[in-house]
């Protein structure tokens, strides 16, 4: 209830999409994260870790496509990352 609240309060806020994202994809909630992490992902275009958190989403939900391209676009923004290095 706390989450959905702070995203209805602040849904053009980067860090409260990628918290919620994130905690969601932590909780199994993969549909509802791959939403947030989109909406967070148009409003900062070049954050690694949402392109990377989305792509799990993504992969979870059946949408190998769109998950594999928000990998590469995480690699390509942060080349030095441990998911770059195959880590």
Do not use: C, K, N, W
């Not at 309060?9 to 969601?24: D, F, H, K, N, Y």
């Not at 900062?44 to 993504?58: C, D, H, K, Q």
């Not at 998950?67 to 923004?77: H, N, W």
């Amino acid at each position: 209830a706390v989450l959905e609240e702070a995203v209805r309060r602040m849904p053009r806020s980067v860090p409260v999409l990628e918290g919620a994202g994130i905690l969601l994809v932590t909780q199994g909630a993969y549909r509802e994260a791959a939403q947030l992490l989109e909406r967070a992902t148009a409003l900062a275009p070049g954050e690694p870790r949402i392109r990377l958190f989305s792509g799990v989403a993504r992969e979870r939900i059946g949408q190998h496509s769109a998950a594999i391209d928000a990998y590469r676009e995480a690699v390509a923004l942060d080349p030095d990352s441990a998911l770059a290095r195959g880590s």
